[in-house]
């Protein structure tokens, strides 16, 4: 069974434009759920969708915003880029939701300049 | 939000010797889960526990949930050089939306 693939894997942007990165979650899968990590906050929780409803939501301001469709298959922009918002994003897939089953993609790397 | 503090955030030992990373927090989880991550891939579940005092192994890895669900445990037997790599808890919050919050993380080297 394929993993979580993640595009592109690697990102440059500059200030003040907007992102898209995709997710393809584990085929079955209906539960995807996004994260940053950065050196100074570590691995901090973006949002989690589930058949396509966003069901919980991390501290991110609303520049941060995905949808997922209804293949599961999901997406996250960003909009407005902010240097502080270089980082790896990571999405990770789960059957039913919930984190205890929950597989992660192998990451995108975002560089804003 | 919950924050979980991981100790140490970095550690260099010998192949062979034990080691124990811990987890803690002054909030109740649901659920914790303890993950490894390689340079440059996402992060891999080891475990998840759930019951307040539940110990799981994992061939040499041992880990263990607090009696209050507080806080968690990762004992390493016998490291190896495989063993390297970075180790991040992360806890499931009981109340408001069911976000994961994540350790800084434990750095572990284990010297040949």
């Known amino acids: 069974k394929a993993g979580v693939t993640q595009t592109p894997r690697y990102l440059i942007k500059t200030r003040g434009q907007q992102v898209t990165l995709s997710c393809s979650p584990i085929s079955g899968h209906r539960s995807v759920s996004w994260y940053q990590q950065t050196p100074g906050q570590g691995l901090q929780f973006l949002f989690e969708?589930?058949?396509?409803?966003?069901?919980n939501k991390g501290n991110f301001p609303g520049r941060f915003s995905g949808r997922q469709f209804s293949n599961s298959r999901s997406e996250m922009n960003v909009s407005t880029l902010e240097l502080g918002d270089s980082a790896l994003y990571f999405c990770?897939?789960?059957?039913?939701?919930?984190?205890?089953?929950?597989?992660f993609g192998p990451g995108t790397r975002l560089t804003v300049t | 939000t919950q924050l979980l503090e991981q100790s140490p955030q970095f550690l260099s030992i010998q192949e062979g010797e034990n080691l124990t990373v811990y987890c803690n927090s002054s909030?109740?989880?649901?659920?914790l889960q303890w993950y490894r991550q390689e340079p440059g891939e996402g992060p891999v579940l080891l475990v998840t526990v759930v019951t307040g005092g539940e110990v799981k192994k994992l061939k040499r890895l041992t880990f263990q949930f607090g009696d209050a669900r507080k806080d968690s445990s990762l004992h390493i037997t016998a490291a190896q050089p495989g063993d390297t790599g970075l180790y991040l808890c992360a806890g499931e919050e009981v109340q408001g939306a069911q976000k994961l919050v994540f350790g800084q993380g434990t750095r572990l080297t284990i010297n040949p």
């Open positions: 909030s109740v989880f649901s659920s």
């Open positions: 969708y589930f058949s396509e409803t966003q069901r």
């Open positions: 990770a897939s789960s059957l039913d939701g919930g984190y205890y089953e929950q597989y």
